[in-house]
């Protein structure tokens, strides 16, 4: 059995997995840049429009507002909050859930049983592994010198089971090692160790308490 | 008299007061995480749901595609932006102003003559007095070590009149004092005494300027 | 040719350029608190209502759940994200992009080329020169000391081709001056010269690197 919203926009050859519940005003399968212009100078109904859609997997629940384009790959147990945004070429695992008014660019790849929390905002060419947890507001970025430099985007790597602080800003191509900790409002612009905690601004490396060196509960 | 846009949807048993006017795409009386389940197990229209819906008090301005959860209670005079988010079990008192984007989690209680500009996310067991006001981006926490240990959620309690800037950070359970004010950008990670001022990252507490010793003009 | 998505809303004497595609839920037009209260207390309805609209110039791309006040003059070549809001009596050139969830509060005027990333703030009384970039989740501010004097609301002045990184945080009233850049998570509490870097947290003012003193591509 699937709950479809009636007010539910879904777009291309979307596929949505049984026991699934997609909510008030969603859109999957949203076009990406290259098929609107398309659309645009075809002057076709995005309706209509044969596109690859998204493929979202079994007991999903997707709640109203949220966004997804086409091009994603989400497996079993997503959950969302309202209005996120998930861009094309991204590919998420199995049990994971995504915040209120997060936003994932697209070219990036999440894994399975990760927790991203509300205000988030993560980059173009991002890699997130199984466990990983990240809290409101945090920033992920992809551009070292913003718009000044020819650099490829390069988003950080988040190891398995590391868990980041709320606000917490991540430079891009930074790799936080697997279970580690980053604190709120941390500024990490190096790479981190695994199982190490780094907090301030700029971040400093210091030991992770022995107590805090437990997996994710996730 | 009470305007309410045919694009809005009523869930529940929403109680609306006189005078209000409810815009495009709003949706109240959300369903919480149970009643949703009910619905996907009985293949019920969320429309057909019995439930307690929300209760808005008289001469709201609820602008387009906000959504209010069930088991919400909010006083008269309620205004706010677009997208902003309040879920289940959470009471407002009158006056109170919430910005675009801002993300209440539920559980959470918001006093008198509250201003609460955009982006603002406010987590699950947070206690927020009269006359507070929070600048946009800033966020509160819950989570002291953030899914590493089975600690029970418990939000900041931002005392009558503190004044909280942009971009703040504050940590769980942290107490911020009656008539403080936290400095943009601080992260606060201490109780604030009553009538001081935090700045910093982390936050220093420094003498608040006599002539800021005044009540917020809200 | 246009494309008006038809579950867009288009209020008042809203101008839409040739060649622009207006997406789903997208509305246009939308009424100031002036208009609002005339509404509510004449029961007009909104679609009734002749006011003076947004002004969109020609090949805009404006992508769902996007809103846009009256009052907003908007240049051609205009892209949006999702779920951004603009308030009225905003102007804005050619060639800007405004990514998802960004806020921009009104009584603000926007230059030519310029790059507004995801969930940023910008207050009223604003000004952002040409060639300027902004990073994800910055907010910039216009009340120094929030609602305890009755200061006039004074926002940030940016300008031509200065670039801001990622969680930056600009106080009120501070002007960035033309090709600066400003360090991802930095606090800037004081006007910035041209062509230098601040960073950290308050910000020092530094010598920007003689490879990074080239434009911003735009």
Same mark, same amino acid.
């Given at each position: 059995?699937?709950?479809?919203?009636?007010?539910?926009?879904?777009?291309?050859?979307?596929?949505?997995?049984?026991?699934?519940?997609?909510?008030?005003?969603?859109?999957?399968?949203?076009?990406?840049?290259?098929?609107?212009?398309?659309?645009?100078?075809?002057?076709?109904?995005?309706?209509?429009?044969?596109?690859?859609?998204?493929?979202?997997?079994?007991?999903?629940?997707?709640?109203?507002?949220?966004?997804?384009?086409?091009?994603?790959?989400?497996?079993?147990?997503?959950?969302?909050?309202?209005?996120?945004? *998930?861009?094309? @070429? /991204?590919? #998420?695992? $199995?049990? %994971?859930? !995504? &915040?209120? =008014?997060? +936003?994932?660019?697209?070219?990036?790849?999440?894994?399975?049983?990760?927790?991203?929390?509300?205000?988030?905002? *993560?980059?173009? @060419? /991002?890699? #997130?592994? $199984?466990? %990983?947890? !990240? &809290?409101? =507001?945090? +920033?992920?970025?992809?551009?070292?010198?913003?718009?000044?430099?020819?650099?490829?985007?390069?988003?950080?790597? *988040?190891?398995?089971?590391?868990? #980041?602080?709320?606000?917490?800003? !991540?430079?891009?191509?930074?790799?936080?090692?697997?279970?580690?900790?980053?604190?709120?409002?941390?500024?990490?612009?190096?790479?981190?160790?695994?199982?190490?905690?780094?907090?301030?601004?700029?971040?400093?490396?210091?030991?992770?308490?022995?107590?805090?060196?437990?997996?994710?509960?996730?």
């Amino acid at each position: 059995m699937k709950v479809i919203h009636e007010s539910a926009r879904i777009y291309g050859e979307s596929i949505i997995g049984e026991n699934s519940c997609i909510l008030e005003n969603v859109i999957l399968g949203y076009p990406d840049r290259q098929i609107l212009n398309v659309i645009r100078t075809k002057n076709i109904k995005i309706e209509n429009y044969q596109c690859q859609g998204s493929n979202i997997g079994e007991n999903a629940l997707i709640r109203a507002n949220t966004i997804i384009y086409c091009k994603v790959r989400i497996g079993k147990n997503f959950q969302t909050g309202h209005n996120i945004l *998930i861009r094309e @070429n /991204t590919s #998420i695992g $199995d049990n %994971v859930s !995504i &915040g209120t =008014n997060s +936003v994932i660019e697209g070219n990036t790849s999440i894994g399975n049983n990760v927790n991203i929390q509300s205000n988030v905002f *993560i980059p173009i @060419n /991002t890699t #997130i592994e $199984d466990f %990983v947890f !990240i &809290g409101p =507001n945090t +920033v992920l970025t992809n551009d070292k010198y913003p718009i000044r430099k020819d650099l490829t985007l390069k988003g950080p790597v *988040i190891r398995k089971g590391a868990s #980041i602080g709320a606000g917490a800003i !991540i430079l891009p191509g930074v790799e936080i090692g697997e279970g580690s900790m980053i604190a709120a409002g941390a500024l990490v612009t190096t790479n981190v160790p695994q199982w190490k905690l780094a907090v301030g601004s700029p971040a400093k490396i210091v030991k992770l308490p022995e107590e805090l060196k437990v997996f994710n509960r996730i």
